[in-house]
């Protein structure tokens, strides 16, 4: 059975296999919707150019101007021709300065219909939709805690946990609601009994995303007053260093980019990073030499 029809739909089954693979770097990981999203923009941001108000008063600017210049022409080459001209180099700078352009990235509805015809037929495996592991135990805790990370959405937690990132960093992975319950108590007591403990805070580009450190600071979930935080969530400023956000989003938009925009890979290597001393995600990524998600950008 078929999901999806090329005709009404734009992309066959086959095409969105592709997609959900290159997503999951040849099923090699989970991921979610804005990773599968972001896999989809890259290469497809929206270019659109339209006159501003400005601009199209500068056209009437001319116009006028013009008609100025005609009536001079024929009755006073005076005072009203040089006005008749004034007038409308002015209207021509005005239009120069009012074509906007504008920059958006791909439109998510293709996306979204797609998933929504896919999974009303057959499952994505490796597709996380909603967090699953409130109930997880310390199974998802590394036999060695070097670090805390604390991530924005629980979502997030999955993503990490379920490919592995806390044994590969050696790190208790929560979420700032206390996601899972069970690793948040593991995550407290590791506070009580260590000074040393690093702890960073992964979060989305977003204002909500920005503020999450003064969130943590005030917490009732976990006691981190007046511990040393370092902040590694994605920031606009770190949006345009990396490659697959750069591709995927304009530089108008990089305030509203989630951490999951980028590949699982390029997040690890980003953790991996600031594990070892990047003082930012994107700092972290091109630490480490081993990403194959930018490696196969770059060669491309």
Known sequence: MTALDPQIDGASDEEFRALCARASEDDRYDFTENQLFARYARGRVVVTRYISRRGKFGLVMIVVGLAIWVYALKVDWGITLVTGIAITLGGVAQVGTGVVTRRDPAAREP?????????GVEAEPRLLRAPSLAHAGLEYAPPRVNALVIVERDLLVDLLLKNGAHEQ???LIVSENGYPAALNAEAQRQLDERSDLKIIALHDATEAGIQMLSRLETSKRLTLTERAIVDVGLFAADAGQLEEIAAAYPASHFTQVP????????LLAGLKGVLRGAITLAGGVYADEDVPSLNTE???
Request: hydrophobic share 55%; no cysteine; proline share 0%.
């Open 111 to 119: 996306v979204t219909r797609w998933l929504g015809k896919w999974l």
């Open 298 to 300: 770059r060669a491309a």
């Open 169 to 171: 960093l050696n790190a």
């Open 259 to 266: 951490v999951d925009a980028l590949s699982f890979s390029t």
